[in-house]
């Protein structure tokens, strides 16, 4: 079979990406101020890279690492679907998932029998799935 043939044969496809929620990342740095008021400092909605100097990583929070500085960007999940389709691709499911894939939160979470890691007694959104195709 030829790279031509494969592709042709993939086209119709279905293609999954399962990756963080991006509110998952505005409940990591949730606190409440003195004045009662909700804040975080990662934002939903931004432009702006925001820009880490810490240890470890997201796979292993002791983890010695030689390059320690990061830049992140936010994307809100309407972004990430509107790009897909933007691409070209016709998004057939979208789900939301009450897990992650690590101890995301340290400390207030419970490892499943999946290996997969969830609050204990709460459904907020910690992953998302979705699958889309290229139309033929």
Avoid: C
Avoid at 48 to 67: C, I, K
Avoid at 78 to 93: K, P, S, Y
């Amino acid at each position: 079979m030829t790279d031509e043939e494969r592709l042709d044969r993939n086209r119709s496809h279905w293609d999954e990406l399962a990756e963080l929620h991006p509110i998952s990342h505005v409940f990591m740095d949730l606190r409440v101020d003195e004045d009662d008021a909700v804040r975080s400092d990662w934002p939903y909605f931004s432009d702006e890279p925001l820009t880490f100097d810490e240890d470890g990583s997201y796979a292993d929070f002791e983890a010695n690492v030689e390059h320690t500085v990061t830049h992140e960007w936010s994307h809100s999940l309407g972004e990430i679907v509107t790009a897909l389709v933007d691409a070209g691709l016709a998004v057939d499911e979208l789900r939301e998932h009450s897990f992650a894939s690590f101890e995301q939160f340290p400390g207030r979470m419970r490892k499943r029998a999946d290996g997969h890691w969830e609050i204990p007694d709460e459904d907020y959104p910690l992953t998302f799935s979705v699958r889309a195709h290229k139309p033929a």
